[in-house]
């Protein structure tokens, strides 16, 4: 489910989303002095920098004072920044959480998602500001494909989450019985050594013996 806020409509589903890019922007900070242009259809995620700034390295150089994008960015005339390679939706969870959007951040998120907000928080160094909702997110229950147990292993390893790498560790080992290969995704690459999922293959011979 999607949480977009807006300041003009609903919250938007996704059986409801809209298929043609949008130009309304997503008043995650109604006040703030940026503007995210976010993936291909150009979402517009309005937000304040200092927090983007205070919680990420990346945005911190990005929207400093030595780069264009820094310079000259206020509330009244927000600046727009172009993100054409990231995912609106992924950004939108994050820009929430670190705008102490607790009413747009939901306590539930799918593997799939779950392993974005990985990848964009550690493309983005802002893992620390993210760890408590990741908290959250990174649960088992109910969780029986292997490929989104990997999904959940590989964000687990990124947040520094030791409780939940073990959980999903264990249950590729012991529950598992294909190549630990094809679970090896280019998400999940992107996070943690593929050399790790040949290391659960030898842990998985070993414990049918």
């Known amino acids: ?20 890019p949008s ?4 008043e995650i900070a109604p006040d703030g002095d940026v503007i995210l242009v976010v993936g291909p259809d150009k979402i517009k995620l309005r937000v304040h920098s200092l927090f ?5 390295k990346v945005f911190n150089a990005m929207l400093g004072p030595r780069f264009r994008e820094g310079r000259g960015t206020s509330g009244a005339f927000p600046k727009e920044i172009p993100m054409p390679d990231d ?12 705008h102490h959007r607790n009413d747009a951040v939901p306590r539930v998120l799918s593997p799939q998602k779950v392993i974005k907000v990985a990848i964009s928080a550690d493309k983005f160094d802002s893992v620390v500001a993210l760890r408590h909702s ?13 490929a989104d147990i ?31 290969l094809s679970l090896a995704d280019d998400d999940c690459v992107g996070i943690i050594p593929w050399t790790t999922f040949c290391k ?8 049918l013996y």
């Open 1 to 20: 489910m999607s949480q977009f806020i807006l300041i003009t409509t609903p919250v938007i589903r996704e059986v409801d989303k809209p298929t043609e």
């Open 23 to 26: 130009n309304e922007t997503q």
């Open 150 to 180: 990997s999904r959940l292993m590989a964000a687990a390893y990124r947040f520094d989450n030791s409780k939940v790498f073990e959980e999903t560790t264990r249950a590729l080992v012991l529950d598992y019985t294909g190549s630990y």
């Open 200 to 207: 659960q293959r030898v842990l998985q011979k070993k414990s």
């Open 52 to 56: 983007l700034k205070t919680v990420s």
């Open 134 to 146: 990741m908290s959250w997110w990174l649960n088992l229950k109910g969780v029986y494909d292997p």
């Open 87 to 98: 995912d609106a939706e992924t950004m939108a969870f994050i820009c929430n959480i670190i």
